[in-house]
């Protein structure tokens, strides 16, 4: 929960190509009126554009009445939100004990560099991006996933090849 | 008339497959010409043996698991649907040990009735909790939780009836139920069964808080990494509203109640109460001090009961059953029953609710079946990652708050994570100082900057480098954190790693002993 690290980040990044300041200030006006509507509202923006980008900072601002900086702030408290669109698909990797338990560490060491990728990169076709979670609830059939949503469970080495295999053959999923 | 078959649709039955099954039966089912009913409940919580499903027979369901997707011709053949012998067949699935020893009472309906209706719900003894405690009155039923000796399940296990009777007496023309469904421990899943497998029970806890206490308005605050939990949760608040269970007038009772879910983005420290708070108001899910409790100033200042999912899903039962039955289950002061998770390395993972007082060694080794790999059981984290490492010389240890904390341990949210003797301990401690540097919310020093450091001096030893005096380091540093920092993030983790520490010792001088060498 570096902001500076996140800031960093950040600077360089331009808004992601379907950006649309128009419709981005619906989705933020729709929740401004909700109490504590911060949060939903950068869920509506990523949801949206795949990210939360520097250009809907100064929307959320005025909508929130808060500063820039504020928003800047909780932007980077949470690991969720990304200030660069991630790769078409997206395999959110167990960290936790419980994965840990039945081998998934050395797992994601391999396939991270299998992939030459850290935590949280994306292969440079775009096809994918590797995020790490703590704990999916999926405890009772580790390793655990989740590829584009979905949960995936007992994940060995074939497997997580094959969904590799899948992120790079398919487009966008839904 | 067309069959009836339940299959999962809980998020754990589809990381093995669920969805794939659903599609063959329906397939299968179409080629044969047999109309199919696929009623998607949650999960039973017998993980091992799902995808696993369950038909509706003149003599009580029968269940076949695990299934896998190919297997579906040879249930038709075998005609599963008249409850068939097969090799997948299981039998009636109360009758399946692991279910038949426990005491399901917050989960009686998890896996069983349909999540998505409400008529089901109050097929199966829904509302019941909900009528007594308006016939009761609101203090009357503050009073029932009180006696029921229902103890936080969320972690800290604090008397829930004490917290809301406080709310009760707070004066205020607002005040607020607020769910923690954050479950963030690993080896947890619990409040996720429940949201997917029967979000009525939670509602309907919610609903009852909110009339005992004088609040109109809840809050289930839920983690971003339960996709599935959230839609159960959004289609059920939906369907109470259109029963006349949310909103105004509830039943005519004159008590109004909304509910509303709210996700949170990816922060541990966000399931601490206060932090939970902060983060429901739009804000960094940074931790409060306290006083004021959140029970007099809590959500936007207001008085506030926060509680877990499973303290409020397990009080319709104690309303409906009264208190007395439920304060008579349990061990010590620990009352009632637990869900404890199964987790990790086990041959037999799943939810187990039981009243409290079995051993950690019945739980692994007996209810469990030992690893999963087949290798020897060596260490066992109790109560996710704040919670300490067991050896088996610590099996004897019955579950119970008090119990725990004797032997330097927690019970937590019931988590128990199994690893084998293949695991390395001093990894298992660093993993612990990288988890709370990754999620502190970077309030108080010693968790800020005690937990980076914690990782270095861990390096340090699992480098052989100077051992003894890091290990006295990482022992002090331990020190600082438990006594220096404002919650159990950074105060617990010195829990799994001096447990680690002390009952694994090699695991932190091996590397050292092996350059001497
Ligand atoms: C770092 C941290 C994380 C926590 N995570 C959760 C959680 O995910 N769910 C939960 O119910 N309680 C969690 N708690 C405990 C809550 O602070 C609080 O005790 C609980 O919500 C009270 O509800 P209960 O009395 O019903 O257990 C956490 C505490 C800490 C310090
Ligand atoms: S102990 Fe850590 S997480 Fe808890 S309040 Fe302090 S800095 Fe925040
Ligand atoms: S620890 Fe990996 S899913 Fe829970």
Redesign the interface.
């Known amino acids: 929960m570096d902001i500076a690290m996140t800031d960093e980040h950040s600077r360089h990044a331009p808004p992601p190509p379907d950006w649309d300041a128009a419709r981005a200030g619906a989705l933020i006006a729709a929740e401004s009126g909700r109490e504590g509507g911060l949060l939903p509202a950068l869920h509506a923006v990523q949801a949206a554009f795949g990210c939360v980008p520097e250009a809907a900072e100064p929307l959320l601002a005025s909508a929130f009445n808060l500063s820039r900086a504020e928003v800047k702030g909780v932007i980077g408290f949470y690991h969720d939100f990304r200030r660069a669109p991630a790769g078409r698909h997206v395999l959110k990797l167990c960290r936790a004990e419980a994965c840990q338990s039945m081998n998934g560490a050395a797992l994601a060491a391999d396939l991270l560099a299998r992939l030459g990728l850290d935590w949280g990169g994306t292969t440079a076709d775009g096809a994918l991006t590797i995020e790490a979670v703590y704990c999916l609830g999926l405890c009772a059939m580790p390793p655990a996933a989740l590829f584009d949503g979905a949960p995936v469970g007992r994940l060995e080495a074939g497997r997580l090849a094959a969904l590799v295999a899948e992120a790079r053959q398919t487009g966008p999923s839904a | 008339m067309s069959a009836r078959i339940y299959l999962p649709r809980d998020?754990?039955a589809?990381?093995?497959g669920a969805d794939a099954v659903a599609a063959a039966l329906a397939r299968e089912a179409r080629a044969r010409g047999i109309g199919l009913d696929i009623v998607r409940t949650g999960a039973r919580g017998l993980?091992?043996l799902?995808p696993m499903l369950e038909v509706a027979t003149p003599s009580g369901r029968i269940a076949y698991g695990p299934i896998a997707p190919e297997e579906v011709g040879s249930l038709f053949a075998a005609d599963f649907l008249a409850g068939g012998a097969h090799p997948k067949q299981l039998g009636r699935p109360e009758e399946i040990p692991f279910l038949k020893r426990q005491t399901r009472l917050t989960f009686a309906r998890c896996g069983i009735v349909d999540p998505a209706s409400a008529a089901d719900y109050a097929a199966h003894g829904g509302w019941l909790g909900l009528a007594r405690a308006l016939a009761l009155g609101p203090a009357a039923t503050v009073e029932e939780v009180v006696a029921s000796g229902l103890r936080g399940r969320g972690g800290a296990g604090f008397p829930t009836g004490i917290k809301w009777r406080t709310a009760a007496g707070a004066k205020a023309a607002r005040k607020y139920i607020v769910c923690n469904a954050d479950?963030?421990?690993?080896?947890?899943?619990a409040?996720?069964m429940i949201m997917e497998g029967d979000p009525f029970v939670l509602i309907e806890g919610m609903l009852i808080a909110g009339y005992a206490v004088g609040a109109s308005k809840g809050y289930l605050y839920t983690r971003?990494?339960?996709?599935?939990?959230i839609a159960a949760m959004n289609a059920a608040i939906l369907a109470a509203r259109s029963g006349g269970f949310l909103g105004e007038n509830i039943q005519d009772s004159g008590f109004s109640f909304d509910l509303e879910v709210?996700?949170?983005?990816?922060?541990?420290v966000c399931g601490e109460e206060t932090a939970l708070l902060d983060?429901?108001?739009?804000?960094?899910?940074v931790v409060r001090a306290k006083p004021p409790l959140p029970a007099l100033q809590g959500l936007?200042g207001q008085p506030t009961v926060i509680n877990n999912v499973i303290s409020l899903a397990s009080v319709p039962i104690i309303l409906a059953e009264g208190a007395k039955a439920y304060q008579d289950l349990g061990y010590g002061r620990s009352r009632g029953t637990m869900p404890i998770?199964?987790?990790?390395?086990i041959r037999n993972?799943?939810l187990f609710e039981a009243a409290f007082g079995v051993t950690l060694g019945e739980l692994v080794e007996e209810i469990g079946g030992g690893t999963?790999?087949g290798r020897p059981v060596r260490a066992v984290?109790v109560g996710g990652?704040l919670g300490a490492y067991f050896p088996r010389a610590l099996f004897d240890t019955p579950f119970d708050y008090e119990a725990f904390a004797a032997r330097d341990g927690l019970i937590g949210h019931g988590?128990v994570?199994?690893?084998?003797d293949s695991?390395d301990m001093a990894?298992?401690a660093r993993?612990a100082m990288e988890?709370c540097a990754?999620?502190?919310?970077?309030k108080c020093t010693p968790c800020r900057l005690g937990s980076t450091r914690g990782v270095e001096v861990m390096d340090r030893i699992r480098a052989g480098r100077d051992v003894e005096k890091n290990l006295a380091l990482i022992t002090d540093l331990c020190e600082t954190m438990k006594f220096g920092s404002l919650c159990a993030l950074g105060g617990f983790t010195p829990y799994p790693v001096m447990s680690a520490l002390t009952h694994f010792r090699d695991d932190f001088t091996r590397a050292a002993a092996q350059a001497a060498a």
């Open positions: 998020a754990g589809l990381a093995l993980y091992w799902e479950e963030g421990d690993s080896g947890t899943f409040d996720r971003s990494e339960y996709p599935h939990a709210r996700v949170g983005a990816g922060a541990y983060s429901l108001e739009g804000k960094r899910g936007f998770q199964l987790a990790g390395n993972p799943g999963a790999s984290q990652p988590g994570v199994v690893f084998d695991v990894a298992q993993f988890f990754i999620e502190s919310c970077g």
